[in-house]
């Protein structure tokens, strides 16, 4: 079992920036591979980003719409996964949600479905 919790949302004025954390519980936190996704009111989960520990290195994926804005990271020393966003804008109010998924190829790292478990999500409102 793990347990997710994010933290670190909040209002911030466009073009500003935010850093989400998500702290897992469980002892096997490195062999998980570990999303980011968003729901903005009235729309669908969306994939944000994902990351993934390769044999020698991490593996990051990011959407179209976030990249070269937002990056991922995590300490698997901390047990924690970081989303840090720059350049924010009022499209990416959402509710951020932190998913962990025992499939630790990432092949299906985009797919919400696949993922075992999900924290309780953390809000990021940006106004223009």
């Known amino acids: 079992q793990v347990q997710l919790v994010e933290s670190g949302g909040g209002l911030v004025q466009a073009g500003g920036s935010l850093r989400l954390s998500c702290a897992a519980s469980?002892?096997?936190?490195?062999?998980?591979?570990m999303g980011w996704f968003r729901r903005a009111p009235g729309k669908e989960r969306e994939f944000v980003a994902a990351?993934?520990?390769?044999?020698?290195?991490?593996?990051?994926d990011l959407a179209d719409s976030v990249k070269g804005r937002f990056s991922i990271s995590r300490d698997n020393a901390k047990n924690t996964v970081y989303l840090q966003m720059k350049s924010l804008k009022p499209e990416d109010t959402a509710v951020y949600y932190c998913?962990?998924?025992?499939?630790?190829?990432?092949?299906?790292?985009?797919?919400?479905?696949?993922?075992?478990?999900w924290g309780q999500g953390t809000q990021v409102t940006v106004s223009s």
């Open positions: 998913a962990a998924q025992s499939d630790s190829t990432g092949s299906s790292r985009r797919n919400h479905e696949r993922y075992d478990y």
């Open positions: 990351i993934w520990s390769g044999r020698w290195a991490d593996y990051a």
């Open positions: 469980g002892r096997t936190f490195s062999t998980y591979a």
